[in-house]
């Protein structure tokens, strides 16, 4: 892909047209911010806004998770029922740790450390049924969607795991900043002499969620961009054949890529915790790793690897979420969101094909 | 690798190796069936078999369907959403045409029918995309997954789709036979005899139609020259063109097909259960790629056949009745499900023989 654009003749469109062609989904993004603001009253505000970047938490680690493993040309399917998995699992943990009598923080804390370390498991076996086995992506990751399932569901008995610690919605779903206009402002709580039945009243800004994914996609934006492990990640997807031959450790890359894919699902499970406060196990239509690969493709990456960016699908999670909810709030009926899905993926493959050297 | 795949290694392990290569997949099912015979109480009956084959119905069809996509070197994501989109048509068509005043049975044919054809669409829709604008088929038909889901959704209203003439109940759960004591057979209507008296119910309806259309296009796959072309150019796309196949009408009748096929699973899915939803078939697309890979197809195209794609089903399938009849909980199956399709794949590639076409993507 790289060395591609060299040898072809100079490219035909303007610099102009190829900077919107490359940043298409932002420019899409920003129109579409811009109609529902003006078509609906409700829609341009910082609750708003807030609202629908916190509740997309899961869907920006998921995108970043499927991003990597785009980039090296393969997919991984499990993700969302890996995620499910972690959910439930760090709440079974927490269940069994309460009734040890431990106190609700520790129990939390040593929950989450654990269950994410279990979910690099999931990664792990991925990773090496591919490239020992040499089983494609898809079927390989196809499998585990099934495992990580049924492992789920085995394990909640098919309903949500609750009676969790009451601290974890608060940390979850908190605030930096809780503001009364005119009044006070109060760091990461309410005053705790605040009737709950004034809530409403209060200016509650900047979840910690949203520093939090801020964080994570920054650091991994730098992994990729910055590090030898985001260039092998490129070279393998752009050619495998060339990057055996560069002497990359392509195997062990791809291990190390799938691990990274089912970290992030499991951060996500564990997050997942935190926002409701109980464990939920992955639904069937949920499609949570097809949303993920669509935000990664609408976000300028091309399935046959090679191409992506971290911030790109973080922009394609947006231009979902914010065509959802500015449906919702328009009045149209949700289930227009489908369609225009389907619409938009394809109209970023065709975008990819009309620009090929794009990086 | 490479000798696995060429040379045939002498001796026993060799011999053994090349038995079992292309014949592990009946093994399995054959072994399959004599441990749920022991260990599910009620499973070797006649009875199971039918009600296996009456539920694995929209499992068969969808997995035959992926087959076609799949020996092309693409996949078919929206054959679960498609079944859905197809369950609520046919209902609101057969609906609508009764109101209209036609005879029942003519409501019932006609709606079968002109859902079928509605049907087609997503299928064409998708083949356009893949043959004309080469979008990745996983691109495409996730898209139409989306389309179909949000246009289902639309017609219902978020709702179920439900009510059909009882007649269409009776032809989705009726048998073909059926056989009280001293009396003769009787063809479709059950007979009228007191309750509880034992009435021998042979073939589902829906069995045989299902049947029927799986043969034909068992010997279209495998005996015409459309099939061939299928195969040609899931093998090699570049010597497909070169040999003078019009390519990009051929993909565009297999995604035809694949939606036709998922869409007659709809509608029998509609006259099993007097109900359409969305995401009926949104649990199926597991069950029908895992047949397909059980089957021995490979994901890049050029390999696999219908008869091997059944048996991929039929493990499925009496997977699934056997733990049931065990009262093993479900989940279990989708952890079973996933093992024995990874399984598959690396066993089909340690086997010489059973692959139809090597293509050996990375090295």
């Known amino acids: ?36 603001s003006l078509a609906t009253p409700n829609f341009l505000s910082i609750t708003n806004a807030q609202n629908v970047v916190h509740l997309q938490t899961i869907g920006f680690l998921l995108a970043a998770a499927e991003t990597f493993v785009i980039i090296t040309g393969g997919i991984d399917l499990s993700i969302g029922f890996v995620m499910g998995l972690c959910s439930v699992s760090a709440a079974k943990l927490m269940q069994l740790l309460m009734a040890r009598g431990l106190p609700d923080a520790t129990t939390v804390v040593l929950a989450s450390v654990v269950v994410l370390l279990l979910s690099l498991l999931p990664g792990l076996v991925n990773g090496i049924v591919i490239t020992r086995f040499k089983v494609p992506p898809f079927i390989a990751t196809l499998g585990m969607w099934g495992i990580a399932n049924g492992i789920a569901l085995k394990l909640c008995d098919g309903f949500p795991v609750a009676g969790l610690p009451d601290l974890l919605p608060r940390v979850g779903n908190g605030y930096l900043l809780y503001v009364l206009p005119g009044n006070f402002l109060s760091f990461f709580d309410k005053p705790p002499d605040f009737p709950d039945a004034r809530i409403r009243e209060l200016w509650r800004l900047i979840p910690f969620s949203l520093p939090f994914i801020v964080a994570v996609l920054g650091f991994l934006a730098f992994r990729l961009s910055r590090t030898a492990f985001g260039r092998h990640t490129y070279a393998i997807g752009g050619s495998m054949d060339a990057s055996i031959r560069a002497g990359i450790d392509v195997d062990r890359h791809l291990v190390k890529v799938y691990v990274l894919s089912s970290f992030l699902a499991g951060i996500a499970g564990v997050f997942n915790v935190f926002q409701t406060g109980i464990g939920n196990y992955t639904t069937f239509n949920a499609s949570y790793e097809f949303f993920a690969v669509a935000a990664v493709v609408i976000g300028g990456a091309s399935l046959t690897g090679g191409k992506g960016r971290v911030f790109g699908s973080a922009v394609g999670v947006l231009v979902l979420a914010f065509l959802e909810n500015g449906l919702a709030i328009s009045g149209v009926q949700p289930f227009y969101r489908y369609i225009a899905v389907g619409v938009l993926l394809v109209f970023a493959v065709v975008v990819d094909k009309l620009f090929p050297d794009l990086l | 690798m490479e000798t696995a795949k060429h040379g045939t290694a002498p001796g026993l392990a060799g011999g053994l190796r090349s038995f079992l290569g292309g014949r592990w997949v009946v093994i399995f099912l054959v072994l399959e069936i004599v ?20 539920y694995g119905t929209q499992v068969f069809l969808l997995a035959v369907a992926e087959l076609f996509v799949i020996i092309t070197g693409g996949i078919d994501l929206s054959v679960g959403y498609i079944l859905g989109f197809a369950s609520i048509v046919s209902i609101k068509i057969v609906n609508a045409l009764v109101v209209a005043g036609l005879p029942v049975p003519a409501a019932i044919a006609l709606g079968a029918v002109a859902t079928l054809i509605v049907g087609l669409v997503p299928g064409l829709v998708n083949g356009w995309l893949v043959a004309w604008l080469k979008v990745p088929p996983f691109i495409a038909t996730f898209s139409m997954l989306g389309v179909c889901h949000g246009v289902s ?60 259309v799986i043969a034909i296009f068992a010997f279209v796959l495998a005996r015409t020259r459309f099939g061939r072309h299928i195969y040609a150019l899931g093998g090699s796309m570049d010597a497909a063109v070169r040999a003078g196949i019009p390519t990009k009408r051929r993909i565009l009748q297999v995604y035809a097909l694949s939606s036709f096929l998922a869409s007659l699973a709809g509608v029998t899915y509609s006259f099993m259960y007097v109900s359409g939803k969305a995401d009926a078939g949104a649990s199926l697309l597991l069950d029908a790629i895992a047949a397909v890979m059980i089957g021995g197809a490979s994901m890049f195209g050029g390999s696999g056949t219908v008869g091997r794609t059944m048996i991929g089903a039929l493990i499925l399938a009496v997977l699934d009745l056997g733990l049931r009849m065990a009262g093993v909980p479900t989940f279990n199956k989708y952890i079973l499900v996933g093992v024995i399709l990874v399984l598959a794949v690396i066993v089909e590639r340690y086997l010489p023989e059973a692959q139809l076409s090597i293509s050996e993507e990375r090295k």
Request: charged share 10%; aromatic share 12%; no cysteine.
């Open chain 2, 35 to 54: 441990y749920f015979s022991f260990t599910s109480k009620g499973f070797a009956d006649f009875n199971s078999v039918q009600i296996l084959l009456f």
């Open chain 2, 153 to 212: 959704e639309l017609v219902i209203n978020g709702v179920y789709a439900l009510g059909m003439p009882q007649m269409a109940a009776d032809i989705g759960n009726g048998y073909i036979l059926y056989k009280a004591p001293h009396l003769p057979f009787v063809f479709f209507t059950p007979p009228q005899v007191a309750r509880r008296t034992p009435v021998l119910e042979l073939i589902p309806n829906i069995v045989i139609v299902a049947a029927i």
């Open chain 1, 1 to 36: 892909m790289i060395g591609s654009s060299g040898a072809k003749a100079p490219p035909l469109a303007s610099p102009l047209v190829r900077a919107i062609a490359r940043n298409w989904s932002a420019a899409f993004l920003l129109l579409m911010l811009v109609v529902f």
